[in-house]
C-alpha cells in the first residue's frame, strides 16, 4: 500500500542540503555570541565548548549517515531509530519530542521574527507583546496554507529562500574583517573568567544548550529522506550540511568575542548581533543585522512547518501516532498533521503571550525536547555497530570510522543529558508525559497491548515520576519552564 510519498521521492543532494542548512541556519547564529556570554561562558570556555559540539555533533551527524545506510527501510528518521532499537514506548517518546522540538523552534522564531521588526517598528516590541503573537499566528496559518500544495513544492521554495539568507550573513563577517574590528586584546581579556563566579567546568556546560540549539535541524536532510531519491543522498546531504555550517558558526563566533568583551556581549538586546556590527559600523550595521533576521527567520518558519508536518506524519505511518495524523489532501500533503502542528504551535504562542516568555526560553525549551531523541539514535548507531551491522563490506579503516564516529555520537548523546542538568530534565518531563495520551490512544486504535515489554513500563513510569516531581517543583518556584 502506497504511504502518499511513493511519487514524491524526487529530491537530490542540492536541495536536501538547502533543505537542511535552511532548518539549521536560522535565529542561533544571530545570538550565539551574546547567549554564550549571557550564560557565563568566556572565551576559553566557548572555544572548548566549540571543540565538543563540533566533535560531538560531527559523531552525531556520521551517525545519521551510517543509520541511513546500514538501515535504509527506516525512512523516518530519528524517530523511526528508537523504535526500531529499543521499543514501541520509547519510540513513541522520540517521535513526540522531536515533533514537540520542532514546533516550539517555530515559536521561538516567532519571538525573534517580530524582535527584529520591532527595531523598524516599536509596536511590535520584544516579539512577545499582543501585535507580534497576532500577526504571528497569521504568518503560522498561510504557512500551514502553502504546505496543503505540497511538501516537495514547499521544499523548492525553501531553497530560494536559504541562497537569499546566506548571503546577508556572510556579509556580516566581511564586514567585521574589512572594518578591521577584530581586537586580539579583547579577544584574549579575561580568557577564562577568572572571578566570574563559574568554573571552567561549569562554564563549559553552559554552552551546550546554544551549540545544540544553533545545530538543531542538521539531521533534517534524514527525517526527510523518504523523499529522497535514495537514503545515501540523504546521508550525504546531512554531512555536507554539518561541515559548512560549523565553519561558518566558528568564523562568527570567534570574531564576535574579538569586537566586545563578554561583558559587553551578554548585555546585548535580541538579535545580539544586530549590537555588535552597530558597535563596529554604526547604525546601518543594525539594519543589516535585522533584516537579514528577518529573511533568516521567515525560511526557517516554512522550513520547520514542513519539518513538523513530516515529523507528525512518518510516524503515524508506522502506526507511532494516531492514524488521523496520515490523511491526505488531493495533492498528498499530509493535510492532518499539518492541521494538529499548527493549532499547536497556535496554543504555545497564547502561552509565550500570557507568560512574557522570551526567545532564549523558548529555544531552550526546543532544545530540551530534542536531546532525547538524539541521544537515543546515537545508541541505536551504537547498537547496531556492536552487532556488526553494515561492517562486513567496509574497509579496516571504514570500520574503524564506523567505530570511532559511532562511540563519539553515543559519549556527546550522554553529555548533552549531563550538561543540562536535572532542572531541564524535570522540564522535558512536563513536555513529554502529556504525550502518553496520545500512545495509549494509538495503541488503543490498533487494539494492540498498550506495553508489549518490561523495559516500556519501567520507562513509562519513569516518566510518570519525572512528571510529578516537575509538577513539585513548578508549584514550589524551583522551575518555570515559560
Known sequence: MSNGLDNQRNLGTFRLVLFSIGLTLASGV????????????YTGAVLIGWAIAGVGMLGLSMSFYRLSIVRPELTSGIYSYAREGFGDYIGFNSAWGYWISAILAQVSFVTLFFAALGYFFPAFGAGNN?????VGSV????????????????????????????????????????????DWSVFTQNFWGEGAGMSIFDQVKATTYVTVWIFIGIEGAVV???????????????????????????????????VMPAEDLAELGNPRMAGILEYVVGPWGAVLVNVAVIISIGGALLSYTILATDSAFAPAVQKCFPKIFTK?????????????????????????YFNESSYQICYTLSTSAIMFPYFLSALFCLKITVKGEGMSDLSTGGKAKAWIFTIIGAVYGFWLLYSSGLTYI??????YAPGTILY??????????????????????????????????LNAGTIAPF
Open 328 to 352: 491526505l489532501n488531493k495533492r498528498n500533503a499530509p493535510v492532518s498533521s499539518a492541521l494538529i502542528s499548527t493549532l499547536v504551535i497556535q496554543m504555545f504562542l497564547i502561552i509565550v
Open 139 to 182: 504568518i503560522i496559518w498561510l504557512l500551514f496554507g502553502l504546505i496543503l500544495r505540497g511538501v516537495n513544492e514547499a521544499v523548492t521554495i525553501n531553497a530560494i529562500v536559504v541562497i537569499a539568507k546566506i548571503v546577508p550573513i556572510l556579509s556580516l563577517i566581511l564586514t567585521i574583517l574589512v572594518a578591521r574590528a577584530f
Open 30 to 41: 544571530f545570538s550565539m555570541m551574546g547567549d554564550f556570554a549571557a550564560n557565563g561562558a
Open 130 to 134: 499582543l501585535t507580534s503573537i497576532v
Open 426 to 431: 524535570l522540564v522535558s518531563a512536563l513536555l
Open 224 to 258: 526527510i529522506s523518504g523523499r529522497a531519491k535514495n537514503t545515501k543522498i540523504a546521508g550525504r546531504a546531512t554531512a555536507i550540511s554539518f561541515l559548512s555550517l560549523l565553519a561558518l558558526y566558528f568564523a562568527i563566533s570567534f570574531l564576535s568575542m574579538g
Open 440 to 473: 495509549l490512544y494509538s495503541k488503543k486504535e490498533q487494539k494492540e497491548k498498550f506495553f508489549s515489554t518490561k523495559v516500556d513500563m519501567v520507562v513509562f513510569v519513569i516518566v510518570m515520576i519525572a512528571f510529578i516531581a516537575s509538577i513539585v517543583a
